[in-house]
């Protein structure tokens, strides 16, 4: 599902400027300086804030940043998961709404381990 290090990017600066980190980096490993400056390539990218909020907690370290196509669909699979369970949505009414196949969500939350409602009652 969901990588941990994009999960930690996404709880540390938020869903947008993790996507952008990601658009900007994406495929490379990114040394994260501490303290942030208003000029360096992250904050211009991602935001300041952002970027100091990252800068906060990896300051210091070699961050592996992922695609922009995996986290794309790291972040897309867990809404979906999200949706089913918290919504209870349809395997169905998922397709449909994230314009994939039935089979393709069923192998989404397959491989996230999520227990399948039974179809009857």
């Keep these: 599902m969901l990588s941990k290090i994009l999960e930690e990017i996404v709880e540390v600066a938020g869903y947008a400027p993790a996507l952008e980190l990601c658009r900007g980096f994406g495929g490379r490993t990114v040394r994260i300086p501490s303290p942030m400056v208003e000029t360096h390539p992250l904050a211009l990218t991602m935001g300041y804030h952002p970027a100091c909020a990252l800068s906060t ?25 999200a949706a089913y369970v918290e919504r209870e949505a349809s395997v169905s009414a998922l397709a449909l709404e994230f314009g994939l196949t039935r089979k393709r969500i069923t192998e989404v939350l397959d491989e996230a381990g999520v227990q399948r409602r039974s179809l009857t009652a």
């Design 57 to 81: 907690r990896f300051g210091g370290e070699d961050l592996p940043v992922p695609a922009e196509r995996t986290a794309l669909m790291d972040l897309r699979n867990q809404r979906i998961v």
